[in-house]
């Protein structure tokens, strides 16, 4: 439903910080009951002028225009729930009208009524469907029968726009939670690894003084023992807290935490990696865990799913986008897993890019490995939201 | 030997110093808790070598050793980490760091890390010596087991993680005789014979963990 997507409630903001929660509390505000729009073209004033009072019960907002190209003129500007077009009229008729509305990718499924004279008859009846027209209605006009179609088609306008609203909400929420997160994880890894990590450092020095003050074997064994406990407790916080967050990614940024991922995949999978990898940049950090995120997401489909031995992980930054493809020599995935319940990894995938006005795509032949492929644009600073916002819009269209 | 400090844990500086005393060349001249009171420090008062802490809150890591470095090129600074050798130490040392010592390394390894480091020298741990050889030695077509396939390579991580013919059977979806044959035909291009010394040479190389 091209035709209102422009129309739907604020675009999205980015994927973390107060834009967002602003974004959400607006989302959530109990507002007004929108009004749906309805466009009434007809040639004859009085005509017009009846319509308008025939239709003003049902408190939606009318606009009239007295021609086709005045009608047009409206149609550039507003999203309607329900047309209603008079066949007959001087210059551009109804048909020509329609046709046009239609050529239009937001107007391409705006629902038209033709009113026609009984005289028209069949014939242009036909060709009324053929120009996209969804009913006919017979001048005179029976006023209920008016009406109640009429009524019709804004119920369904208004319940696609609260559908596209609470999928909107959704999608926000869902960038929400990924952002905290994140965010959270970040703040847990670092007190980990901070904290508790220098406290063990601390601890094996006082450890370390201790021993080089004791001559008694036994009490020297011990110390060593204490000694060896803290290094795995080391090992074991620096664990964790990469596990939560590699410090690559803050540090060094994307491309160095991406080989440094690799690596380790192959180390704790034994599936081959090889690496093509863009010279490190500095990333939006943003950006660098998202995209970073989706790699861990699709390593880990690898494993368990792919039965590879190999991946190919390819990373190429162009002036204004990031790719990422990683490729696998697996057993390759089947079109009903790509959409099935099973799928919310891959799901999770693609909403994460959307965020980014990225996306991902991924092709797999059952027997012969899978590749997914990222593609996020890389903006300067401060469009984010615009980026984000186009890639909604372009989410809610149908295809 | 006038020595700098700067780490924003104080239970680290204490033990440092504690280290430090026992050396009676040494002296603690200055400490910090972060690394913009580093560099003040370092313009401050007379240093002959400086132990930096690489994480620390507002300027750290490679950006302050960067700065200090361009400030007072021939004084030694030696890294103190949390993080394992493999993430940061190799670009420390490019970076001009005299050495890389981790926070986990025993007392003795550290005392040895300043000694040499004040004495102008660079320190370099085993660890990251390992990291930095096969740094150098960039060709991969060198390592032998660059020369297996990718089927072989993951048979031979099975087999190094301590996985029986039958599991690696099932877990790759051949029958175990052909893993059997796999498994002689690694060892032959690994000039191995024994699983034993298969899973030597994958710790050694590092390609399992």
């Given amino acids: 439903m091209a035709t209102r997507a422009t129309d739907a409630p604020s675009a999205l903001g980015p994927a973390a910080g107060e834009p967002l929660q602003r974004a959400i509390a607006e989302a959530e505000a109990p507002g007004e009951v929108p009004r749906a729009k309805i466009l009434i073209v007809d040639d004859e004033p009085k005509s017009l002028y009846a319509l308008q009072e025939l239709l003003a019960s049902l408190g939606q907002e009318l606009m009239v225009a007295a021609s086709g190209e005045e009608a047009l003129k409206l149609v550039l500007r507003h999203d309607f729930a329900v047309i209603l077009l008079d066949v007959r009229?001087?210059?551009?008729?109804g048909f020509e009208t329609a046709k046009m509305i239609r050529g239009r990718e937001r107007s391409r499924r705006t629902p038209i009524i033709f009113l026609t004279a009984q005289a028209d008859e069949m014939n242009s009846m036909f060709r009324g469907y053929a120009v996209g027209a969804v009913d006919y209605l017979m001048k005179?006009?029976?006023?209920?029968?008016l009406k109640s179609k009429v009524a019709v088609f804004v119920e369904l306008f208004m319940a696609t726009a609260r559908l596209r609203a609470s999928e909107d909400k959704l999608r926000r929420l869902a960038a929400h939670l990924i952002s905290v997160r994140e965010e959270e994880r970040t703040h847990i890894a670092r007190e980990i690894h901070d904290e508790l990590g220098q406290v063990l450092t601390g601890l094996k020095m006082e450890v370390g003084w201790l021993a080089r003050r004791l001559k008694e074997p036994a009490l020297l064994e011990k110390t060593e023992s204490m000694s060896k406990l803290i290094d795995s407790s080391v090992q074991t916080v620096r664990k964790i807290a990469t596990g939560l967050r590699p410090e690559m990614l803050d540090d060094m940024g994307?491309?160095?935490?991406?080989?440094?991922?690799a690596k380790e995949f192959q180390k704790r999978t034994g599936i081959r990696c090889r690496t093509k990898l863009a010279p490190e940049t500095k990333l939006d950090l943003e950006v660098s865990t998202t995209v970073f995120r989706i790699f861990q997401e699709i390593l880990t489909n690898v494993a368990r799913h792919a039965r590879a031995t190999r991946v190919d992980i390819e990373l190429e930054l162009a002036e204004d986008q990031l790719r990422l493809e990683v490729t696998d020599n697996g057993v390759g995935i089947a079109e009903e897993d790509l959409h099935g319940r099973k799928s919310l990894g891959l799901l999770g995938m693609q909403e994460r890019a959307l965020l980014f006005g990225g996306e991902v795509s991924i092709t797999?032949?059952?027997?012969?490995?899978t590749r997914v492929a990222v593609t996020i644009p890389l903006r300067r600073a401060g469009e984010a939201g615009g980026a984000a916002a186009a890639t909604v819009r372009k989410a809610n269209a149908p295809s | 030997m006038r020595i700098l400090i700067a780490d924003d844990h104080p239970i680290v500086r204490h033990g440092l110093k504690q280290m430090l005393a026992s050396d009676p060349a040494a002296t603690v001249v200055g400490e910090a808790t972060n690394g913009d009171e580093a560099l003040e420090l370092a313009r401050k008062v007379e240093w002959d070598m400086a132990i930096f802490d690489f994480t620390?809150?507002?300027r750290s890591g490679l950006?302050?050793?960067g700065d200090i470095k361009r400030e007072f090129p021939g004084k030694p600074v030696l890294i103190l980490s949390m993080h394992s050798e493999d993430v940061h130490g190799s670009r420390v040392l490019r970076a001009g760091g005299s050495g890389y010592i981790t926070k986990d390394s025993a007392p003795q390894e550290l005392s040895t890390a300043v000694r040499k480091v004040a004495n102008g020298g660079k320190y370099v741990s085993a660890s990251l010596a390992e990291i930095l050889a096969s740094e150098c030695s960039s060709d991969p077509q060198k390592a032998l087991h660059e020369k297996l396939s990718d089927r072989e390579y993951r048979v031979m991580w099975l087999l190094a993680t301590g996985k029986q013919i039958?599991?690696?059977?099932?877990?790759?979806?051949l029958s175990p005789s052909t893993v059997s044959t796999y498994r002689t035909r690694i060892l032959?291009?690994?000039g191995l014979t024994s699983n034993a010394a298969l899973v030597h040479y994958a710790v050694r190389h590092q390609l399992v963990g």
């Fill in chain 2, 63 to 65: 950006d302050l050793l």
């Fill in chain 1, 140 to 145: 005179p006009v029976v006023p209920e029968v």
């Fill in chain 2, 56 to 58: 620390m809150p507002g």
């Fill in chain 2, 166 to 173: 039958s599991e690696i059977a099932k877990d790759m979806g």
């Fill in chain 1, 89 to 93: 009229m001087p210059g551009m008729d």
């Fill in chain 2, 188 to 190: 032959r291009k690994l």
């Fill in chain 1, 254 to 261: 994307l491309i160095a935490a991406v080989a440094w991922q």
């Fill in chain 1, 364 to 369: 797999g032949t059952p027997g012969h490995g």
